[in-house]
C-alpha cells in the first residue's frame, strides 16, 4: 500500500494546488447576499463538476502521484462527496479507483461514484471502521490511499477555494476577506483555508453532536464524535475525528461553532430562495450559522457553500416543510 508520506501541508503547497486546479476548471462563482442586513458573499461550491469542493483535493493528490503509482491505482474513503473527486480524477487520469462509502450513504452519491467509474465497496458505518477496511483493501492491491481529510495534498487542493476567494473578493468587495465561514467534518477543507489566506478569521461548523473538531480545539486534543451521536442529514460531515495532520493547522487558527437540523433546514430553503441554488444539508451549514446569528457578519465575510449533492425526493421534502 502507498500512503502519503508525512509532511506537513503548507501554503506554498495551496499555492501550487490552485494554479494547478485554475489549469483544468474555472473558479466557482461569488455571490453577494444579504443577511441581516449585512451584504457577505457566498463561494458556489455546489457548482463544480461533482457538485462539490471535493474535486479540488482529489485533483491535487492524483495528478501529483507518479506513473507508478497512477498504474497501482487508489483507494478513497468517503460517505459520497470525496468519493466523486476521487472518482472524477482517476476517470481523467485513465486510473483505476475503489472507493469504501457507508451502505447508507445517499443513493444519489453512490450512484454518481459508479457512474463515474469507481468501484463503490460498502461497509456498515455502525459497526464498522471505514480508515480499517480502506487501509486494508490498499494493502491488498498495492494502491494509493487517498484519504478524505487526513492527507497533506487533499488539505491544500481545498484551500485552492480560498486562493479563488481571496482573489474574487479583492476584484468584488474591495479587500480579502477578514473572516470565511466554512462546513467542517474532517477539517480538510478548514485547514486548507487557514493555510490559503493566513489573514482571515476561520471558523468551521460541524452539526450539532457532530462537534469533535470544536471539541478538539477546545480541549487541545482530538477528540471523537461521542458514541451516540444523534442522527443527521449531514451525512458528508459524519466523520468520527479529525487527524492529526489537521489538527496541526486547526489548532489555536481555527474558531467552531455549531448548527441545529432544523437551521440548517432553513439554510438550504434561504439559498434555493435567494441564490437559485441547490445545497444539501452539509453543504449549507456555514449559510446556517450565519443566519442563525453564531458568527459577526461584515462586508468581508466570505461563506463556503460546499455542496449541492442531494436527491429530488429530500431536497422537495425540506422545501415544502417550510411552507
Not at 13 to 32: D, E, F, H, S
Not at 109 to 123: D, I
Not at 241 to 252: C, E, Q, R, S, Y
Request: charged fraction near 20%; include cysteine.
Amino acid at each position: 500500500m502507498s500512503v502519503a508520506p508525512v509532511r506537513t501541508p503548507t501554503r506554498d503547497g495551496v499555492l501550487r494546488a490552485a494554479r494547478k486546479i485554475a489549469a483544468i476548471l474555472p473558479p466557482t462563482p461569488l455571490l453577494p447576499v444579504t443577511i441581516h442586513g449585512h451584504q457577505v458573499w457566498a463561494k458556489a461550491e455546489c457548482l463544480q463538476p461533482i457538485g462539490v469542493f471535493k474535486i479540488r483535493g482529489a485533483w491535487h493528490r492524483l495528478s501529483d502521484l507518479s506513473e507508478e503509482e497512477r498504474a497501482r491505482g487508489v483507494v478513497g474513503v468517503s460517505s459520497g462527496n470525496h468519493a466523486q473527486g476521487v472518482a472524477w480524477a482517476a476517470r481523467r487520469l485513465g486510473m483505476q479507483a475503489a472507493i469504501v462509502m457507508p451502505a447508507d450513504a445517499p443513493r444519489v452519491k453512490l450512484a454518481r461514484v459508479a457512474e463515474l467509474g469507481a468501484e463503490v465497496v460498502t461497509y456498515d458505518r455502525a459497526s464498522q471502521d471505514r480508515d480499517t477496511i480502506s487501509q486494508a483493501l490498499a494493502a491488498k492491491r498495492g494502491a494509493t490511499l487517498v484519504h478524505a481529510f487526513g492527507d497533506p495534498w487533499v488539505i491544500e487542493g481545498q484551500g485552492s477555494a480560498g486562493v479563488e476567494l481571496d482573489a474574487q473578493m479583492a476584484a468584488l468587495a474591495g479587500g480579502a476577506p477578514t473572516r470565511i465561514i466554512t462546513p467542517s467534518g474532517g477539517g480538510g477543507l478548514a485547514a486548507g483555508l487557514a493555510l490559503a489566506c493566513p489573514a482571515a478569521e476561520i471558523v468551521a461548523v460541524e452539526p450539532a453532536g457532530w462537534d469533535d473538531v470544536g471539541r478538539s480545539l477546545a480541549t487541545g486534543t482530538i477528540q471523537r464524535v461521542a458514541a451516540d451521536a444523534p442522527q443527521t442529514a449531514c451525512d458528508a460531515l459524519q466523520t468520527p475525528a479529525t487527524w492529526p495532520v489537521n489538527f496541526a493547522v486547526l489548532h489555536g487558527r481555527v474558531s467552531a461553532v455549531t448548527v441545529s437540523e432544523e437551521e440548517v433546514r432553513t439554510a438550504q430553503r434561504f439559498a434555493f430562495a435567494e441564490l437559485r441554488l441547490v445545497l444539501e444539508p452539509g453543504g449549507a451549514v456555514a449559510l446556517a450559522a450565519a443566519l442563525a446569528g453564531r458568527v459577526p457578519l461584515d462586508g468581508h465575510t466570505a461563506l463556503i457553500l460546499s455542496g449541492g449533492n442531494t436527491d429530488a425526493v429530500s431536497f422537495a421534502q425540506v422545501l415544502t416543510d417550510g411552507e
